[in-house]
């Protein structure tokens, strides 16, 4: 199990337990964290899943593909640097620790 950090658009943090091989929407979909809807289930089909990833975690992170920056277009207030969609991200190892802050809504 890794450990990620979700945090609403007003400040409260969601501390969870999410199993490698999932995506970091999962983590979010399957613990009720409110502010990830999810809309298509995490094909990479909407932006409903729109976070912005703790700055010092950007780096850590695998780059960004040609559809997932695509998707980003429609998210709301997306940022060139931070915006991801977490149905993109993959939990790994290697990601524990991780923090994502969310937008104040979706679209």
């Not at 199990?1 to 409260?12: A, C, D, N, S």
């Not at 399957?30 to 990830?36: M, R, S």
Request: with cysteine.
């Amino acid at each position: 199990m890794v450990k990620i950090t979700y945090v609403e658009f007003g400040g409260t943090e969601h501390v969870v337990d999410v199993p490698v091989g999932r995506t970091v929407m999962e983590g979010a979909r399957d613990n009720g964290i409110p502010g990830i809807d999810a809309d298509c289930g995490g094909a990479c089909a909407c932006s409903t899943c729109h976070v912005y990833v703790a700055p010092d975690w950007v780096e850590k992170l695998p780059a960004k593909d040609d559809m997932e920056e695509d998707m980003l277009d429609f998210a709301f207030e997306p940022d060139p640097v931070r915006s991801r969609l977490t149905c993109q991200i993959k939990v790994t190892p290697e990601i524990d620790g991780l923090v994502v802050n969310l937008p104040e809504k979706q679209i």
